[in-house]
């Protein structure tokens, strides 16, 4: 009995264990309900230790025996298992004696030992029960035991691995309850509360049970190395190291150990992927693994798992101390098995580590293309560079250099891949078999201002669909006939980057704002012309959002800097910073080889100062920088938009004669080209100049043409910015209207109240709440300005812009009564408010009050009247989708409540008389969009306020015919006839001919 005192007494806890509530109510729950339970888990799982504190919040007697290698014999154990239970059981030792003496075998004495527990309610723990695998007839005595216990009989077996217990009798449990690593392994919460017991200093505890997968050894040691700062895995004074060493690898067997060190290459060890790496008994060496217990994740129901990354990283190091040509050869075979399944780019860099610079090429050329469209800019480029010259005629290759050199604008670069082809062997054939080389060649092509080399890549284009692309994409380029018809789709390839830009070369506004590119290269390249064809449709913030978003800027980034970001700066009103941005990057344009842009950024900088009216005198000289290149004259869109330009230059200057030609030429060629872009512009200015050489009729037509291009752009913003520099032919086409209700009309309509501009601003947003209650919020956060007078003045001064107010004014406006000395005393306070709140926003000098160029303000009242220029502008569904906006922001609440100063008074009740309005053409436009329903409950509501508006009776009429409600067309009418009777009128005309057309 003395022998075995240390083997059937529980070992003593640490100091510093935790407990761990979670797995306590765990472990009891599977006692409770089950006879036998299974602890199988890897060396440092923390089992032991779980075991103890569970069954000392139990409550249950429980007996310990801690098998060493001895007890693989059968007689050992069943004299041990009796001497762990004789502190339970006194006699239980002699009991078993005495049985073995008389010759009974041992399950006969096992089954004598549990008879004899019958009334008694424990737990037998049987720990370390990995010493028994492989030794049938010890295993067979544990299933005896398990297959009499009593009713309150419990039997714990923990080990590194699971035994494959035999229950023979009939009262045999049915069913093991199991704990293993998953359940064992630390949460974060469990792992913060066992290093702070252990007193570490404080670490990334997260990284480390992710390193460890919870793993209560691998935590423990991580901590230590992190805590003494040991190198790498390499050092054997590494506590975690040491431990793997012996306590992980020392416990299997070589042929094992081997197999997981060269299967250590592997992301995730399956047989097929150990097969590839020549390793023979695959399957039984992983099926042996899996009743080993290993700091590895199984993947539930397959024989397939990954290491616990601390492992791994022990694993690899193992494996790098064999011999090179062991390595060469496991790395070899790893490599050509990732070609055969197909994962080309995991095996290109293999092969190039191992020198065999061939087969990396051919892996290289089926993924390279894939890899930059990814944006994985750098291991492609790592890739053409380690390659050399095998890769040089590779259409593969070619693509892939060809997309680099746009994503890096590197155009001379991608041009010279073309032309290397184009001249090559084979070459010409090459770009036939292959529709991408002549799509990214138009494009590199289109770049260096080389129309002769584009017609010929096209030349050799086959027909078909992406025949179609190509055709679409050039015929912003060739000045040729094109009737507007069904538009090439996006294809998920990388013709989708220059369709999207062709898209906005050809005024395909609407197509493009709704495409979704299929990937990040597409996207980033796309951005510049998504971006564009936002400011050409008057979406100045969500322009500003794609400009400002640092994801969408990574491969379109210098078009978007360089040529789109200058002139959202001059839309949104600060002329001379969007000219010197312009300036200041046009050196990178001109860098980056493309003939193309550089054109694109002086026609960018004629056209700011043109529409602006700022240092007009340097546009003649910027005119003839572009006629100096020959794209300028070849390319149809260039020189559309140079003679557009040049004719608005002589408009200007009175120099009408040589405008017309200019401007028609523009015209013409942008219809027979079918090139909506300029051409609401262009018209415009045709209109204005044809006006002035006496010929009316025929600048009734160029107008004509204007509103149409606009119409078939989808937006009137790039009509009205040119109508505002010559409103006249507005004027002359209301003259010709016979309705008020024209399109011109609303075009009329919204162009004297054009927003006013506020200067570009990095990060000095103030916004003024003023709907339901009066608030700002600057960044993003509220600021309190405490003085409802402070929000007032606030409100006066935006309105004012950068001219400001004059103090007199100001008192004026702010205080209907008191003295002067009153009212300049109060004043003060709200400016010292104002100032204490907001530093740098109120400028005071020399009597002017104003706010600081600095910040970009905006208000809900600019916001209401903003959407209402932006609805009139739109048509149907967008129309309809601002007004919407606008009616939610006004029915947030009153105007400035609290505040009861004259002109808010004032402003309440002309915005009550613009909410009426707001409805009446939201009412308009959804009838345009066919949304009955909501326009007839627009018309209702307006006729609550307003019975009088005939215009609304007329719309729910309209609506009641639609719905097939002829009898409501005509309740609805009488309706009409009976409110107006109430002010002596009747029903114009115009109300009684449509009862009468509905009716029919």
């Not at 004669?657 to 030429?665: E, H, I």
């Not at 019975?947 to 409600?965: F, S």
Request: hydrophobic share 45%; net charge negative; charged share 25%.
């Amino acid at each position: 009995m003395r022998l075995v005192q240390s083997k059937v007494k529980a070992p003593a806890l640490a100091s510093d264990s935790v407990v761990r509530p979670r797995l306590n109510m765990l472990l009891n729950e599977l006692l409770a309900r089950h006879q036998v339970v299974t602890v199988a888990a890897t060396a440092g799982a923390g089992k032991t230790t779980a075991i103890h504190h569970a069954l000392n919040s139990g409550g249950v007697p429980y007996s310990w025996l801690s098998l060493g290698q001895s007890e693989n014999d059968p007689e050992r154990l069943v004299t041990h298992l009796a001497a762990s239970l004789e502190r339970r059981l006194p006699g239980s030792w002699a009991l078993v004696q005495a049985a073995l003496g008389s010759g009974v075998s041992h399950r006969e004495a096992v089954e004598l030992l549990v008879e004899s527990l019958s009334n008694e309610s424990f737990i037998l723990v049987v720990d370390n029960t990995e010493v028994l695998f492989g030794y049938d007839d010890a295993i067979d005595l544990l299933g005896a035991i398990g297959s009499m216990l009593p009713p309150g009989g419990r039997l714990l077996l923990a080990g590194r691995t699971s035994l494959p217990l035999r229950f023979r009798s009939p009262k045999a449990p049915n069913r093991v309850g199991r704990l293993d690593d998953r359940d064992l392994a630390l949460t974060v919460t469990e792992a913060e509360a066992l290093l702070k017991q252990a007193e570490f200093a404080e670490l990334d505890v997260e990284a480390i049970v992710r390193s460890t997968g919870g793993w209560v050894a691998g935590v423990l040691l991580e901590a230590q190395r992190g805590e003494a700062h040991v190198a790498g895995l390499a050092n054997e004074e590494d506590p975690l190291y040491g431990y793997l060493a012996a306590e992980v690898l020392g416990q299997v067997d070589e042929r094992v150990r081997e197999f997981l060190v060269l299967t250590s290459l592997l992301d995730e060890v399956t047989v097929k992927g150990a097969r590839a790496l020549g390793l023979a008994e695959a399957t039984s060496t992983i099926a042996l693994l899996k009743s080993i217990r290993l700091p590895v994740q199984w993947r539930q129901g397959k024989s397939t798992f990954r290491c616990y990354p601390a492992f791994h990283g022990f694993l690899r190091d193992q494996f790098e101390r064999h011999p090179d040509r062991e390595r060469e050869r496991a790395r070899m075979n790893l490599a050509r098995s990732l070609v055969r399944s197909r994962q080309f780019e995991e095996a290109v860099d293999l092969f190039i580590s191992l020198g065999e610079v061939e087969e990396a090429r051919q892996a290289a050329e089926r993924c390279i293309v894939e890899v930059v469209l990814r944006s994985e800019l750098e291991v492609a480029e790592r890739w053409l560079d380690r390659l050399g010259d095998v890769q040089r005629l590779s259409p593969e290759f070619a693509k892939a250099e060809m997309l680099l050199s746009l994503a890096t604008d590197n155009y001379a670069r991608g041009a010279a891949v073309c032309d290397r082809m184009l001249n090559s062997r084979g070459g010409r054939r090459a770009f036939a078999d292959s529709p991408e080389l002549v799509a990214l060649s138009t494009w590199l092509y289109t770049h260096q201002g080389r129309a002769e080399a584009i017609w010929d890549v096209f030349s050799m284009c086959r027909p078909g669909s992406e025949c179609d692309i190509v055709k679409y994409v050039i015929s912003g380029i060739r000045n040729e006939v094109r009737a507007p018809g069904i538009l090439p789709e996006l294809t998920g390839s990388v013709f989708d980057a220059l369709l999207m830009r062709a898209r906005y070369d050809l005024g395909d506004i609407g197509k493009l704002l709704e495409a979704e590119e299929s990937n990040p290269w597409v996207a980033g390249a796309s951005a510049p012309w998504k971006a564009s064809a936002l400011l050409a449709a008057g979406r100045i913030a969500e322009c500003s959002d794609l400009i400002k978003n640092p994801d969408r800027k990574s491969d379109g980034g210098s078009w978007l800097s360089e040529f789109v970001e200058p002139k959202f700066i001059a839309e949104t009103g600060n002329v001379e910073l969007a000219l010197a941005r312009l300036r200041s990057r046009r050196h990178a344009t001109i860098e980056s080889g493309s003939v193309y842009r550089v054109i694109v950024s002086l026609l960018a900088e004629v056209e700011i100062r043109l529409q602006h009216q700022t240092g007009t005198e340097t546009v003649p000289q910027l005119l003839n920088a572009v006629a100096s290149y020959e794209a300028a004259e070849s390319f149809a869109v260039l020189r559309e938009q140079r003679d557009t330009l040049t004719g608005l230059m002589h408009l200007m200057n009175n120099q009408v004669d040589q405008a017309v030609p200019l401007l028609r030429r523009a015209v013409e060629s942008m219809v027979r080209g079918h090139r909506m872009l300029h051409l609401p512009s262009a018209a415009v200015y045709l209109s204005e100049a044809l006006w002035r050489i006496g010929e009316p009729d025929e600048a009734d037509a160029a107008a004509t043409t204007a509103l149409a291009g606009a119409a078939e752009q989808g937006t009137n913003h790039g009509l009205r910015r040119a109508l505002t520099l010559f409103p006249e032919v507005v004027a002359r086409r209301l003259d010709a209207e016979p309705s008020s209700n024209s399109e011109w009309s609303r075009i009329a309509r919204s162009l004297p109240a054009l927003a006013k501009g506020h200067a570009l601003n990095q990060g000095m947003d103030l916004h003024l709440i003023q709907f339901g209650q009066v608030g700002a919020r600057l960044n993003d956060s509220h600021v309190d300005l405490g003085l409802r007078k402070a929000h007032e003045l606030l409100a006066l001064l935006d309105e004012a812009g950068p001219s400001g107010l004059n103090r007199q004014l100001v008192l004026a406006r702010l205080f209907d009564a008191g003295t002067e000395k009153a009212r300049g005393a109060y004043l003060r306070q709200i400016t010292l408010r104002l100032r204490q709140a907001i530093p740098g926003l109120l400028d005071a000098a020399e009597g002017v009050f104003r706010l600081s160029s600095e910040f970009t303000i905006t208000s809900e009242f600019d916001r209401v009247t903003s959407l209402q220029r932006q609805a009139a502008s739109e048509r149907g569904p967008a129309s309809l989708g601002l007004l919407t906006r606008a009616i939610a922001l006004l029915d947030g609440g009153e105007y400035m409540p609290g505040c009861n100063s004259g002109w808010v008074v004032d402003r309440r009740e002309a915005l009550q008389l613009m909410a009426i309005d707001i409805r009446a053409e939201a009412a308009h436009a959804a009838i345009e969009a066919g949304n009955l329903l909501q326009a007839d409950d627009l018309a209702e509501a307006v006729l609550a306020v307003d019975p009088y508006r005939e215009r609304m009776w007329q719309t729910r009429m309209q609506v009641a015919a639609a719905l097939g409600d002829s009898d409501g067309v005509v309740r609805i009418y009488r309706e009409c006839e009976a409110m107006m009777a109430t002010i002596q009128a009747r029903p114009t005309r115009t109300t009684s001919a449509m009862l009468e057309n509905l009716r029919r």
